[in-house]
Nanobody, 119 residues
Framework: QVQLVESGGGLVQAGGSLRLSCGAS????????MGWYRQAPGNERELVAA???????NYADSVKGRFTIPRDNAKNTVYLQMNSLRPEDTAVYYC?????????????WGQGTQVTVSS
Protein backbone atom coordinates (compact mmCIF):
# COMPACT_ATOMS: atom_id res chain seq x y z
CA GLN A 1 0.00 0.00 0.00
CA VAL A 2 1.27 3.48 -0.91
CA GLN A 3 -0.14 6.83 0.14
CA LEU A 4 0.74 9.86 -1.97
CA VAL A 5 0.56 13.49 -0.86
CA GLU A 6 1.09 16.31 -3.34
CA SER A 7 2.13 19.84 -2.49
CA GLY A 8 3.45 22.93 -4.20
CA GLY A 9 0.51 24.02 -6.28
CA GLY A 10 -0.70 27.59 -6.43
CA LEU A 11 -1.25 30.65 -8.55
CA VAL A 12 1.52 31.86 -10.85
CA GLN A 13 1.77 34.26 -13.75
CA ALA A 14 2.43 33.05 -17.26
CA GLY A 15 6.14 32.52 -17.79
CA GLY A 16 6.70 31.66 -14.16
CA SER A 17 7.76 28.44 -12.46
CA LEU A 18 6.43 26.05 -9.86
CA ARG A 19 7.74 22.86 -8.35
CA LEU A 20 5.29 20.21 -7.27
CA SER A 21 6.27 17.56 -4.77
CA CYS A 22 4.77 14.15 -4.17
CA GLY A 23 5.74 12.36 -1.00
CA ALA A 24 5.08 8.65 -0.70
CA SER A 25 4.56 6.65 2.44
CA UNK A 26 5.09 2.94 2.64
CA UNK A 27 8.00 0.87 1.57
CA UNK A 28 9.79 0.19 -1.66
CA UNK A 29 9.27 3.59 -3.26
CA UNK A 30 12.22 3.01 -5.57
CA UNK A 31 10.54 0.13 -7.38
CA UNK A 32 7.48 2.15 -8.37
CA UNK A 33 7.05 3.90 -11.65
CA MET A 34 5.92 7.43 -10.85
CA GLY A 35 3.92 9.90 -12.88
CA TRP A 36 2.23 13.26 -12.86
CA TYR A 37 -1.16 13.65 -14.49
CA ARG A 38 -3.40 16.67 -14.82
CA GLN A 39 -7.05 17.32 -15.35
CA ALA A 40 -8.55 20.61 -16.44
CA PRO A 41 -12.30 21.31 -16.14
CA GLY A 42 -14.20 19.49 -18.86
CA ASN A 43 -11.15 17.51 -19.92
CA GLU A 44 -10.00 13.98 -19.30
CA ARG A 45 -7.07 13.29 -17.04
CA GLU A 46 -3.88 13.23 -19.08
CA LEU A 47 -0.32 12.14 -18.52
CA VAL A 48 2.09 15.03 -18.09
CA ALA A 49 5.33 13.27 -17.22
CA ALA A 50 6.51 9.92 -15.95
CA UNK A 51 9.69 8.42 -14.56
CA UNK A 52 10.23 4.71 -14.26
CA UNK A 53 11.96 2.87 -11.46
CA UNK A 54 14.98 2.80 -13.77
CA UNK A 55 14.70 6.60 -14.22
CA UNK A 56 13.54 6.50 -17.81
CA UNK A 57 11.40 9.57 -18.44
CA ASN A 58 8.48 10.33 -20.70
CA TYR A 59 6.81 13.69 -21.32
CA ALA A 60 3.66 14.89 -23.01
CA ASP A 61 4.50 16.84 -26.15
CA SER A 62 2.89 19.94 -24.70
CA VAL A 63 5.39 20.12 -21.82
CA LYS A 64 8.60 18.88 -23.42
CA GLY A 65 11.43 21.31 -22.81
CA ARG A 66 9.50 23.07 -20.03
CA PHE A 67 8.82 20.40 -17.37
CA THR A 68 11.09 17.85 -15.73
CA ILE A 69 10.31 14.95 -13.36
CA PRO A 70 13.18 14.16 -11.02
CA ARG A 71 12.82 11.65 -8.23
CA ASP A 72 14.68 11.29 -4.94
CA ASN A 73 14.38 7.72 -3.72
CA ALA A 74 16.12 8.52 -0.45
CA LYS A 75 13.29 10.97 0.33
CA ASN A 76 10.50 8.88 -1.19
CA THR A 77 9.62 11.90 -3.28
CA VAL A 78 9.01 12.70 -6.92
CA TYR A 79 8.90 16.25 -8.20
CA LEU A 80 7.49 18.07 -11.16
CA GLN A 81 9.54 21.12 -12.04
CA MET A 82 7.42 23.35 -14.24
CA ASN A 83 9.02 26.27 -16.07
CA SER A 84 7.69 28.73 -18.64
CA LEU A 85 4.16 28.07 -17.47
CA ARG A 86 1.24 28.86 -19.74
CA PRO A 87 -2.43 29.48 -18.98
CA GLU A 88 -3.23 26.15 -20.66
CA ASP A 89 -1.20 24.40 -17.94
CA THR A 90 -3.95 25.32 -15.47
CA ALA A 91 -5.34 22.10 -13.99
CA VAL A 92 -5.43 19.88 -10.96
CA TYR A 93 -2.20 17.89 -10.92
CA TYR A 94 -2.19 14.34 -9.58
CA CYS A 95 0.68 12.13 -8.54
CA UNK A 96 0.57 8.48 -9.54
CA UNK A 97 2.50 5.42 -8.46
CA UNK A 98 2.38 2.13 -10.30
CA UNK A 99 4.00 -1.26 -10.19
CA UNK A 100 3.22 -4.66 -11.64
CA UNK A 101 3.73 -7.48 -9.16
CA UNK A 102 3.11 -11.09 -10.09
CA UNK A 103 0.99 -9.97 -13.02
CA UNK A 104 -1.21 -7.68 -10.96
CA UNK A 105 -1.26 -3.94 -11.57
CA UNK A 106 -1.04 -1.82 -8.43
CA UNK A 107 -1.94 1.85 -9.01
CA UNK A 108 -2.15 4.62 -6.42
CA TRP A 109 -3.22 8.27 -6.70
CA GLY A 110 -2.72 11.37 -4.64
CA GLN A 111 -5.50 13.82 -3.83
CA GLY A 112 -4.35 16.41 -6.35
CA THR A 113 -3.03 19.94 -6.15
CA GLN A 114 -4.37 22.92 -8.05
CA VAL A 115 -2.11 24.85 -10.42
CA THR A 116 -3.47 28.08 -11.86
CA VAL A 117 -1.53 30.09 -14.43
CA SER A 118 -2.77 33.60 -15.07
CA SER A 119 -2.22 35.40 -18.36
Amino acid sequence: QVQLVESGGGLVQAGGSLRLSCGASGSSFSIYDMGWYRQAPGNERELVAAISSRRNTNYADSVKGRFTIPRDNAKNTVYLQMNSLRPEDTAVYYCNARRVFFGKDYVYWGQGTQVTVSS
